[in-house]
């Protein structure tokens, strides 16, 4: 079975510039997380949804934006792109909220901004 | 808010040497504690789980305790091996929503 996968794995934008990164999760999953891995730390956690709704959300500002799609796939979208933005988004799916179910994480876009 | 402080890395071992990777924890309510391991060029994975005081998760080797009297939840193996290089990070899941909370990560370099 595919695991969680994400698109694309790597770019390269310009300071002020938009980004869309996309997620697939596993069959079956519901649920989907972003997380921001910035270089040399742990990942920390943007959004969470469920079932299209917004389950939860980090300590990131306005220009992070996400949402969930009947499929279950699911966008996030970064706005007016700053320098600190360069960082390993990861994306995790599970089959519903909270315990007992796993979060399987996708391998990750790495995004750059210049 | 909840947080995970671990150990700082770089750890580097001899391999068949001892591994402890300390991570305490401070939260409310009851939190599930687990270790995720992220190898070199692949993806976060889970590498063991507790859910509750007392419980001891275990997988390839490695082992870690819920301790709530002390909020620990140290990593353990008795022999590591050369393919157990990684960082590994200690994780909380948060009682309500699900969001996973992670520590800072420690990088274990085992050498032949």
Not at chain 1, 51 to 59: D, L, M, S, T, V
Not at chain 1, 64 to 70: E, G, K, M, N, V
Not at chain 2, 79 to 108: H, M, N, P, W
């Amino acid at each position: 079975d595919a695991g969680v996968t994400q698109s694309p794995t790597h770019l390269i934008k310009t300071r002020g510039q938009q980004v869309t990164l996309r997620c697939s999760p596993i069959s079956g999953h519901k649920s989907v997380s972003w997380y921001q891995q910035v270089l040399g730390q742990g990942p920390q956690f943007i959004f969470q949804y469920y079932e299209k709704e917004e389950r939860g959300r980090g300590n990131f500002p306005d220009r992070f934006s996400a949402r969930q799609f009947p499929n279950y796939s699911s966008e996030l979208n970064v706005n007016a792109l700053l320098l600190g933005d360069s960082a390993l988004y990861l994306c995790a799916s599970s089959f519903r909220t909270g315990e007992p179910f796993e979060q399987y994480f996708g391998p990750g876009t790495r995004l750059t901004v210049t | 808010g909840d947080s995970v402080t671990q150990m700082e890395g770089p750890v580097t071992l001899s391999e068949e040497a001892f591994l402890t990777i300390n991570c305490t924890y401070t939260a409310t309510g009851y939190p599930s504690l687990f270790w995720y391991v992220q190898y070199p060029g692949e993806g976060l994975q889970l590498l063991l789980k507790a859910t509750k005081a007392d419980d001891k998760g275990s997988n390839k080797g490695f082992e870690a305790t819920y301790r709530k009297e002390t909020t620990s939840f140290h990593l353990e193996k008795g022999s590591v091996q050369v393919s157990d290089s990684a960082v590994y990070f200690c994780v909380l899941r948060d009682g309500q929503g699900g969001k996973l909370i992670f520590g800072q990560g420690t990088e274990l370099s085992v050498k032949p």
